[in-house]
């Protein structure tokens, strides 16, 4: 089992983001995941059901560094990662950091800026790094971009990319909350924004060692072919133009650590796979003849049959 004081860790830090977030339980967990695995995540719906707000919880919820970027159409690739600035004093070219240089960032409403704009996030997500002017500069760690989209069909949004989509671990629906919980979150805000009141409950130190438990979690060779049995799956399905890569296996395996952690295991099992499956590899599977907007959901139920028809290691 886990060390005691890591899982009261963990327990106290999804309580503290539950307590603002209220009735997604499992959206929390799942961003607890990514944040363990040192990956980014994708939180898509329609406007105005929270997803800003978990990513301001999480980031509240941690004693880090912590930017808010509002994706816009007029927003450049330098408002992100920086630029060189010419110092007068010593006649020199400077590097000026950007935003992206925080542990904590909320990419908000990504998929309103040009393609462009949203590649300047490519290398920051995958190698922690950002390169301006021959130069490389590396990020502080941890690092983890929380990033939210409307719907494609949506006035203003642009398509991200395959080579982004593929850099996030999890893509996460938000859904409307049940009423019992939406009559809380009428209660709650009554008097204003409870995420504001939100302290932090971890340092990066402490996010730190929580992501070096989580890779340090067993995983049976039995999960690791069940893993492979499953993406596969996607690379031989009839109705599927592209299959799940290597790094989606590598992030699904990670996430799969971190969700036996956060659930008090020190050791893998085949519903952690199960648990994880659509939403840290849907985004990375193209389907064919269907539009955009259809693309997500046929993608989901063709996964789920995948899975279902995959044998489960005893």
Known sequence: MPETNLQSQLQQLQDHITSVVLGKEDVVRHCIV???????????DVPGVGKTLVGKAIAKSIDSQFCRLQFTPDLLPSDIVGSMVFNSNTSEFVYQKGP???????????????????SALLEAMGDHQVSVDG????????????????PYEFEGTY????SQLDRFLLRISMGYPDRDSELDILTSHRLGEPVEELESVLTSEQVRKLQQAAREIQVDDSISQYILDIVNGTRDHTELQVGV???GAISLYRAAQSLALLSGRDFVVPDDVKNLAVAALAHRVVARGFNQSAQRESVEQILISIIESVDVPV
Not at 135 to 150: D, G, H
């Open 159 to 162: 398509s991200l990319p395959e």
């Open 245 to 247: 890569s290597p790094r």
């Open 100 to 118: 992206v240089f925080s542990n904590i960032v909320l990419a908000d409403e990504i998929n309103r800026a040009p393609p462009r704009t949203q």
């Open 135 to 150: 130069s490389t500069y590396e990020l502080p760690s941890p690092f983890i971009v929380i990033a939210t989209q409307n």
């Open 34 to 44: 990514a944040l363990l695995t040192g990956e980014h995540v994708l939180l898509e």
